[in-house]
């Protein structure tokens, strides 16, 4: 048995040495944003935080997840979509299938906890995502839309 932080509730799961957190979450915990592509931590559609950190799922050990870190899912990121990132893809109309979209939004809010304003190029390089319908343009925009929301945001509050 383990205890596993995710979204903000402690979930008591079984889990063996070596199985991915992406199959925990998905299967035992029932968060079935969080997607299976490629299974070796290539392409990120498996892609949640931990501690705030853009982790790929897939390939990281539920079992390597203390019960004081805190896991964040595609589900967790906001009770109502309400996110910038969120917000910037819905505005921007960004993904065309959708599938890679909930690692994508997840990686693109942990580089704007760590890079608040990114430019083009901060964006290519630690935006490592694979998107096959090619959206990556308007990945790009979303990340700028989604500063561009936060900054509003913080002026009004």
Excluded at 12 to 28: A, F, K, N, S
Excluded at 134 to 150: K, P, S, Y
Aim: charged share 20%; net charge negative.
């Amino acid at each position: 048995m383990a205890k596993l932080t995710v979204n903000g509730e402690i979930i008591d799961v079984e889990v063996e040495v070596g199985t991915p957190l992406l199959w925990v979450i998905r299967e035992q915990i029932g968060l079935t944003g969080t997607k299976y592509a490629c299974g070796i931590a290539q392409c990120g559609a498996c892609t949640v935080h931990i501690d705030g950190r853009a982790v790929r799922s897939c390939v990281y050990p539920a079992s390597s997840v203390s019960a004081d870190q805190k896991i964040t899912t595609i589900e967790g990121l906001s009770d109502d979509g309400s996110h910038p990132v969120q917000q910037a893809w819905a505005e921007l109309d960004t993904p065309q299938c959708g599938y890679c979209q909930p690692g994508m939004i997840m990686a693109s809010a942990a580089l704007l906890s760590s890079t608040p304003n990114p430019s083009d190029e901060d964006i290519n390089t630690q935006i490592t995502n694979i998107c096959r319908c090619g959206t990556f343009q308007r990945v790009r925009e979303g990340i700028h839309l989604a500063v561009e929301i936060t900054n509003k945001s913080a002026t009004k509050a």
